[in-house]
């Protein structure tokens, strides 16, 4: 069973940045795709950022030049740094991954709250 482990989130003041990581318990050499959702009481869950194992990403419109995600194969790791953070960026973050070699298993983390105070 593949698991998915966030950590970084918190209570950061508006303006701030934060960093998440998500750790892989499987390589993620032979990944399809690896980011980060977010999910507020009542909505859906909305991506926020995406990353190819060609290191191609996508953003949601409402984090372009705020955030980053990336990756280190090394670790099994993905991390999404967030700059210039906002009370609407309050949310729980949870961590996605898909592998090439089972490409409609999709896996989640267990989510880290991000509360931004204004």
């Known amino acids: 069973q593949v698991q998915l482990v966030e950590s970084g989130g918190g209570l950061v003041q508006s303006g701030g940045s934060v960093r998440l990581s998500c750790v892989a318990s499987?390589?993620?050499?032979?990944?399809?795709?690896l980011g980060w959702y977010r999910q507020v009481p009542g909505k859906q869950r909305d991506v926020v950022a995406l990353?190819?194992?060609?290191?191609?990403?996508t953003y949601a419109d409402s984090v372009k030049g705020r955030f980053t995600i990336s990756f280190d194969n090394a670790k099994n790791t993905v991390y999404l740094q967030m700059n210039k953070l906002k009370p609407e960026d309050t949310a729980v973050y949870y961590c996605?991954?898909?592998?090439?070699?089972?490409?409609?298993?999709?896996?989640w983390g267990q989510g880290t709250q991000v509360t931004v105070s204004s």
């Open positions: 996605y991954a898909r592998w090439s070699y089972d490409p409609l298993m999709a896996y």
């Open positions: 499987r390589s993620i050499f032979s990944i399809n795709a």
């Open positions: 990353i190819s194992s060609s290191s191609r990403t």
